[in-house]
T-cell receptor, first 118, second 112 residues
Framework: DAGVIQSPRHEVTEMGQEVTLRCKPI?????LFWYRQTMMRGLELLIY????????DSGMPEDRFSAKMPNASFSTLKIQPSEPRDSAVYFC????????????????FGSGTRLTVV | DQQVKQNSPSLSVQEGRISILNCDYT??????FLWYKKYPAEGPTFLIS?????DKNEDGRFTVFLNKSAKHLSLHIVPSQPGDSAVYFC???????????FGKGTKLTVNP
């Protein structure tokens, strides 16, 4: 398996433009997570899905952010309109349901999309 | 309000010595904890985990210790190697949820 695939790796856009980040999770994984990493706030969970259904979007900062998972192999995170403060590295991760006995559990992260809004 | 705190932004150790990375948490509902390692331009990778029913878990050179009364966990790397140089994130989760809360990370540098 190629792992979690994110595209693009880098995105530079002007303030006010729409930005769409893409993620292909590992086949068979039940959960998909979108995280954002900044120097100030570290890794923050934005939203996560279980079997393509959004479970918790309490981390989505504003209405400008939206995420979809139309099928088990694809998810998007959209920012419209983008602002300079959205500049960050956005990570997608996927996982199986946690093994509550052995706790040999961990998300598999993609390599991230570095977003710069100028 | 940070529920998972890594108070040391960086740590430098000599090759062959022990590296100790620390993490504190505030949410008493957390019952499983993980450490992730991150190299530049890559996503974090899972390293080791521990359930709250244990106080120690070991995997090769890596050992995680959990002190529930102090709400503190630590990662020990023995012996440290230059390839261990990376950012280490502590993460925690509650039993009924799959989501993880991460600390801000500690950058470990292992000098040859």
């Amino acid at each position: 398996d190629a792992g979690v695939i994110q595209s693009p790796r880098h995105e530079v856009t002007e303030m006010g433009q729409e930005v769409t980040l893409r993620c292909k999770p590992i086949s068979g994984h039940d959960y998909l997570f979108w995280y954002r990493q900044t120097m100030m706030r570290g890794l923050e969970l934005l939203i996560y899905f279980n079997n393509n259904v959004p479970i918790d979007d309490s981390g989505m900062p504003e209405d400008r952010f939206s995420a979809k998972m139309p099928n088990a192999s694809f998810s998007t995170l959209k920012i419209q309109p983008s602002e300079p403060r959205d500049s960050a590295v956005y990570f997608c991760a996927s996982s199986l349901v946690r093994d509550r006995v052995n706790i040999n559990y961990g998300y598999t992260f993609g390599s991230g999309t570095r977003l710069t809004v100028v | 309000d940070q529920q998972v705190k890594q108070n040391s932004p960086s740590l430098s150790v000599q090759e062959g010595r022990i590296s100790i990375l620390n993490c504190d948490y505030t949410n008493s509902m957390f019952d499983y904890f993980l450490w992730y390692k991150k190299y530049p331009a890559e996503g974090p990778t899972f390293l080791i985990s521990i359930s709250s029913i244990k106080d120690k878990n070991e995997d090769g050179r890596f050992t995680v210790f959990l002190n529930k009364s102090a709400k503190h966990l630590s990662l020990h790397i023995v012996p440290s190697q230059p390839g261990d140089s990376a950012v280490y994130f502590c993460a925690a989760g509650e039993g009924g949820s799959e989501k993880l809360v991460f600390g801000k990370g500690t950058k470990l540098t292992v000098n040859p």
